[in-house]
């Protein structure tokens, strides 16, 4: 297949497609519209529906009635439509829903700078619903990285029976480049039940991997689904050991396979004395920066999150050993930089902007000079 | 050889779809490219840029710097996105919509929006008037591939008028 | 046992409503309309429900059941129904949950005419906060959140349905139990949004505040007060006075359901074989 110029928003509703996304509910929102848009056109082609709602709750909402019903679902969303989807992304952790949810991240709180890039959602995709409850939170680079966290995104959501949030940014949503898809792609089939109602079925049962398989409404199961804290029946329980034992199993189920789940994009680190991190839309600058400062024979690191949450505590933890200085690049006031000063071994600054601009390479180089005098 | 342009104007003049037409020709003449844009809320009036990057090599910083052509379809444009223009770059100005030159050394005017008037009745096809001049001046892709990128793009009734306007762009200099 | 039992997951019940708590009755309704109707069965049949006293009931019920979030569950239902479009599926909401928080849902539910039966249990109040004002608190009525009387003009449920679009709207009490029975069945044969008021009494929540904790007392004013649509519309302007209300069915049309109109998008886009 030969080069196309395609759009990061095009690319994903196309990996979100190829990954078997059969059901798509919405509302239009800059600077996210265009995957609702493609959907909008590409479902019904495939036998999909998709289904333009009233709000960005009831997108959610229907999206989870979809997705029990047994469709690969996702919607996609930016700003305060994100933080209206919050409710029932912590419906869909509780009761172990699949679902994709995209956020093209613009200048926020509130209605913020419209259009303008940003990457202030971080934290919000990791802790914007109510309660402990774990998530996975993914963020591509380029237009090409969006087709492939696409289709890894809702492999994950059905894998791990989770709502899955696809953190991208303006730049990359609105991007256009060259890309060549991937024709090979491996799709994670729906879980199904491995027993019979009669041999004891029961829907919240973890399999091996604390998973459970539950059953897809209209399958003759009869099974409950509820917001409530559950036993493994499905149905509500007040018990302090069920309500522990459920939201550590909740937990466990993704931290158990977090070696798996957590991508970081390394280069020039052999000989690195300090690191640029980022992650999104903003990487691309920074990686420009970072060869630009090598130039300038500063031995400097690049490393970028693919994989925001769970985040690598252990890779950050471990690079940083050799290092005498990180500097986190991203386009917000900070938030993932408490994250990386959490986890690193060495002093860490941050590179932050929000004025409706992106980076500039200079800009992120100058940081990094900085960083090396301040350790001096 | 990284070559960097920015494509400017006001909402509704289609700015925007001339920059993703060039960017798309580049990529089928098996170039890198990437397209950005920022615009207002306005879907008509107001602000609208948009800039292409095409090289041989890979593109990570996805915004122009020192852009080496600037194409300006009104006074505004003009006046606000000359200014970091290479030295040795070129300005493109829609003679009409910009009665005051910037003070730069290497412009070249055409009535753009004039001769989509004149010549095919509509104003609608000075975006890609404007990428006839923009092939021609910047020779970053080559004209039969720009034919077929326009061809692609546009809705099929249109196509032979839109051939029109990108030859009279090209012609016009 | 009696056949509409078999309905029921007996391990889930007792239930948890409170003595004379009109709920039950509107239930067994549901599951005694379902009986009726050879088309829905335990395996193709999705219960729905969002919170409250009401949307408890999705717990007790013997199918594919989901008990969703405050407000939510017009919108689950949507994707379920579209999602497999092959399942028959019912809504079981409170005046609260379907016309407070989720009165947007429930009239975009309407608009769209998504094939669901809605059966919004109204009991006047919030029972499950205990007692606090619902939209449709009469005016005048206590609550622990109108303690000097509500001043908030109640929604007519049933008019703000028809006005949206849905295309089966009606009214019955949990007295006229057999009345009921029946709207929910003619509900469910509407292949379209079906909508249905059944009135319950709140004996704990509402009563209580309201000079009528007796549940049999509320149960006669629901007897006494309510009137067929037919003779509600040969009654004279100055006889509609004091609490008498319409039961009945007051609308019905024939109109392609929102599944059936996306099946044609489907067509047009040439997937529908897919």
Same mark, same amino acid.
């Given at each position: 297949?030969?080069?196309?110029?395609?759009?990061?928003?095009?690319?994903?509703?196309?990996?979100?497609?190829?990954?078997?996304?059969?059901?798509?509910?919405?509302?239009?929102?800059?600077?996210?519209?265009?995957?609702?848009?493609?959907?909008?056109?590409?479902?019904?082609?495939?036998?999909?529906?998709?289904?333009?709602?009233?709000?960005?709750?009831?997108?959610?909402?229907?999206?989870?009635?979809?997705?029990?019903?047994?469709?690969?679902?996702?919607?996609?969303?930016?700003?305060?439509?994100?933080?209206?989807?919050?409710?029932?992304?912590?419906?869909?952790?509780?009761?172990?829903?699949?679902?994709?949810?995209?956020?093209?991240?613009?200048?926020?709180?509130?209605?913020?700078?419209?259009?303008?890039?940003?990457?202030?959602?971080?934290?919000?995709?990791?802790?914007?619903?109510?309660?402990?409850?774990?998530?996975?939170?993914?963020?591509?680079?380029?237009?090409?990285?969006?087709?492939?966290?696409?289709?890894?995104?809702?492999?994950?959501?059905?894998?791990?029976?989770?709502?899955?949030?696809?953190?991208?940014?303006?730049?990359?949503?609105?991007?256009?480049?060259?890309?060549?898809?991937?024709?090979?792609?491996?799709?994670?089939?729906?879980?199904?039940?491995?027993?019979?109602?009669?041999?004891?079925?029961?829907?919240?049962?973890?399999?091996?991997?604390?998973?459970?398989?539950?059953?897809?409404?209209?399958?003759?199961?009869?099974?409950?689904?509820?917001?409530?804290?559950?036993?493994?029946?499905?149905?509500?329980?007040?018990?302090?050991?069920?309500?522990?034992?459920?939201?550590?199993?909740?937990?466990?189920?993704?931290?158990?396979?977090?070696?798996?789940?957590?991508?970081?994009?390394?280069?020039?680190?052999?000989?690195?004395?300090?690191?640029?991190?980022?992650?999104?839309?903003?990487?691309?600058?920074?990686?420009?920066?970072?060869?630009?400062?090598?130039?300038?024979?500063?031995?400097?690191?690049?490393?970028?999150?693919?994989?925001?949450?769970?985040?690598?505590?252990?890779?950050?933890?471990?690079?940083?050993?050799?290092?005498?200085?990180?500097?986190?690049?991203?386009?917000?006031?900070?938030?993932?930089?408490?994250?990386?000063?959490?986890?690193?071994?060495?002093?860490?600054?941050?590179?932050?902007?929000?004025?409706?601009?992106?980076?500039?390479?200079?800009?992120?180089?100058?940081?990094?000079?900085?960083?090396?005098?301040?350790?001096? | 050889?990284?070559?960097?342009?920015?494509?400017?104007?006001?909402?509704?003049?289609?700015?925007?779809?001339?920059?993703?037409?060039?960017?798309?020709?580049?990529?089928?003449?098996?170039?890198?490219?990437?397209?950005?844009?920022?615009?207002?809320?306005?879907?008509?009036?107001?602000?609208?840029?948009?800039?292409?990057?095409?090289?041989?090599?890979?593109?990570?910083?996805?915004? *122009? =710097?020192?852009?080496?052509? +600037?194409?300006?379809? #009104?006074? %505004?444009?003009?006046?606000?996105?000359?200014?970091?223009?290479?030295?040795?770059?070129?300005?493109?100005?829609?003679?009409?919509?910009?009665?005051?030159?910037?003070?730069?050394?290497?412009?070249?005017?055409?009535?753009?929006?004039?001769?989509?008037?004149?010549?095919?009745?509509?104003?609608?096809?000075?975006?890609?008037?404007?990428?006839?001049?923009? *092939? =021609?001046?910047?020779?970053? +892709?080559?004209?039969? #591939?720009? %034919?077929?990128?326009?061809?692609?793009?546009?809705?099929?009734?249109?196509?032979?008028?839109?051939?029109?306007?990108?030859?009279?762009?090209?012609?016009?200099? | 046992?009696?056949?509409?039992?078999?309905?029921?997951?007996?391990?889930?019940?007792?239930?948890?409503?409170?003595?004379?708590?009109?709920?039950?009755?509107?239930?067994?309704?549901?599951?005694?309309?379902?009986?009726?109707?050879?088309?829905?069965?335990?395996?193709?049949?999705?219960?729905?429900?969002?919170?409250?006293?009401?949307?408890?009931?999705?717990?007790?019920?013997?199918?594919?059941?989901?008990?969703?979030?405050?407000?939510?569950?017009?919108?689950?239902?949507?994707?379920?129904?579209?999602?497999?479009?092959?399942?028959?599926?019912?809504?079981?909401?409170?005046?609260?949950?379907?016309?407070?928080?989720?009165?947007?849902?429930?009239?975009?539910?309407?608009?769209?005419?998504?094939?669901?039966?809605?059966?919004?249990?109204?009991?006047?109040?919030?029972?499950?906060?205990?007692?606090?004002?619902?939209?449709?608190?009469?005016?005048?009525?206590?609550?622990?959140?109108?303690?000097?009387?509500?001043?908030?003009?109640?929604?007519?449920?049933?008019?703000?349905?028809?006005?949206?679009?849905?295309?089966?709207?009606?009214?019955?009490?949990?007295?006229?139990?057999?009345?009921?029975?029946?709207?929910?069945?003619?509900?469910?044969?509407?292949?379209?949004?079906?909508?249905?008021?059944?009135?319950?009494?709140?004996?704990?929540?509402?009563?209580?505040?309201?000079?009528?904790?007796?549940?049999?007392?509320?149960?006669?004013?629901?007897?006494?007060?309510?009137?067929?649509?037919?003779?509600?519309?040969?009654?004279?302007?100055?006889?509609?006075?004091?609490?008498?209300?319409?039961?009945?069915?007051?609308?019905?049309?024939?109109?392609?359901?929102?599944?059936?109109?996306?099946?044609?998008?489907?067509?047009?886009?040439?997937?529908?074989?897919?």
């Amino acid at each position: 297949m030969s080069a196309r110029l395609m759009q990061g928003n095009e690319a994903i509703a196309e990996g979100a497609l190829k990954a078997g996304v059969r059901f798509f509910g919405g509302y239009p929102i800059t600077p996210s519209t265009e995957i609702a848009e493609s959907l909008a056109k590409m479902l019904p082609k495939v036998g999909g529906t998709f289904v333009q709602m009233e709000d960005e709750i009831a997108s959610m909402g229907v999206i989870l009635g979809a997705s029990l019903a047994g469709k690969k679902v996702l919607t996609a969303s930016s700003g305060p439509g994100i933080s209206l989807k919050q409710e029932l992304i912590g419906y869909a952790a509780a009761a172990e829903i699949p679902a994709v949810i995209v956020n093209v991240q613009r200048v926020g709180p509130s209605t913020g700078q419209p259009t303008a890039p940003s990457q202030g959602d971080v934290m919000q995709a990791r802790w914007g619903t109510h309660g402990d409850h774990s998530i996975i939170v993914l963020s591509p680079w380029s237009v090409k990285e969006a087709f492939e966290i696409a289709v890894k995104a809702v492999n994950y959501a059905e894998r791990f029976r989770t709502p899955v949030i696809l953190l991208t940014d303006e730049i990359v949503g609105h991007l256009r480049e060259n890309v060549e898809l991937p024709t090979d792609i491996e799709v994670y089939p729906r879980r199904i039940p491995k027993k019979t109602r009669a041999e004891g079925y029961q829907p919240f049962t973890p399999d091996e991997d604390l998973v459970p398989n539950v059953a897809n409404f209209g399958e003759g199961y009869k099974i409950h689904v509820t917001g409530l804290i559950h036993d493994e029946t499905g149905f509500p329980s007040g018990s302090p050991k069920v309500t522990r034992e459920q939201i550590k199993r909740m937990h466990d189920k993704i931290s158990s396979a977090d070696d798996e789940i957590i991508e970081v994009h390394q280069e020039f680190m052999d000989d690195a004395d300090f690191a640029v991190i980022s992650f999104g839309g903003t990487a691309r600058t920074a990686y420009e920066a970072v060869l630009n400062a090598r130039k300038r024979g500063i031995k400097v690191g690049f490393v970028r999150l693919i994989t925001i949450f769970p985040f690598a505590d252990k890779i950050i933890g471990k690079i940083s050993k050799n290092l005498r200085g990180i500097l986190v690049a991203e386009l917000n006031f900070g938030q993932i930089v408490y994250e990386v000063e959490r986890a690193a071994n060495c002093p860490v600054k941050l590179c932050a902007k929000y004025d409706m601009t992106i980076f500039e390479p200079e800009e992120i180089e100058k940081s990094i000079d900085e960083l090396v005098a301040e350790v001096k | 050889m990284r070559k960097q342009l920015r494509l400017s104007g006001s909402g509704g003049q289609g700015v925007i779809t001339a920059a993703i037409i060039l960017a798309e020709a580049a990529v089928s003449e098996g170039k890198n490219a990437v397209q950005s844009q920022s615009y207002g809320p306005e879907a008509r009036g107001g602000a609208s840029k948009s800039e292409v990057i095409i090289d041989d090599e890979k593109i990570y910083h996805p915004h *122009v =710097k020192t852009p080496d052509f +600037v194409l300006a379809m #009104t006074q %505004k444009a003009a006046d606000k996105y000359f200014h970091d223009l290479n030295p040795n770059g070129t300005l493109i100005l829609d003679d009409d919509l910009v009665p005051n030159s910037p003070d730069f050394k290497n412009i070249i005017r055409v009535p753009i929006t004039k001769l989509a008037v004149e010549r095919l009745g509509k104003a609608l096809f000075a975006n890609i008037v404007a990428l006839g001049v923009i *092939v =021609k001046v910047t020779r970053l +892709v080559d004209f039969e #591939t720009i %034919k077929k990128s326009v061809a692609n793009r546009v809705p099929p009734h249109t196509i032979e008028q839109n051939m029109t306007a990108l030859q009279i762009g090209y012609d016009s200099v | 046992m009696r056949s509409y039992e078999n309905f029921f997951r007996q391990n889930r019940l007792p239930h948890l409503w409170c003595p004379g708590c009109g709920n039950g009755i509107v239930m067994k309704a549901i599951v005694q309309a379902i009986e009726k109707n050879p088309n829905f069965t335990q395996d193709n049949t999705v219960i729905v429900s969002g919170i409250g006293c009401s949307s408890r009931a999705s717990g007790y019920m013997d199918f594919d059941t989901l008990h969703t979030a405050h407000g939510r569950a017009i919108p689950f239902a949507t994707g379920v129904k579209l999602a497999n479009p092959a399942l028959n599926v019912i809504v079981i909401t409170g005046d609260g949950d379907c016309t407070a928080i989720g009165g947007n849902h429930f009239i975009h539910g309407c608009r769209r005419n998504v094939d669901l039966t809605v059966v919004l249990f109204n009991n006047n109040i919030y029972g499950m906060t205990g007692g606090q004002a619902s939209p449709m608190t009469p005016l005048g009525k206590k609550a622990t959140t109108a303690p000097y009387g509500s001043v908030d003009r109640p929604f007519d449920a049933c008019k703000l349905a028809e006005a949206a679009g849905a295309t089966y709207v009606a009214r019955s009490t949990a007295f006229h139990v057999q009345h009921l029975v029946k709207t929910i069945e003619d509900g469910l044969k509407n292949r379209g949004f079906s909508f249905i008021e059944a009135l319950v009494q709140c004996p704990t929540a509402y009563g209580r505040r309201n000079k009528m904790g007796d549940p049999a007392k509320m149960m006669a004013w629901m007897r006494d007060n309510a009137v067929m649509k037919n003779s509600w519309d040969k009654l004279p302007d100055d006889k509609k006075i004091g609490e008498k209300f319409p039961i009945g069915l007051f609308y019905q049309a024939e109109s392609e359901s929102y599944d059936e109109s996306y099946k044609k998008v489907q067509e047009i886009a040439g997937g529908a074989a897919k």
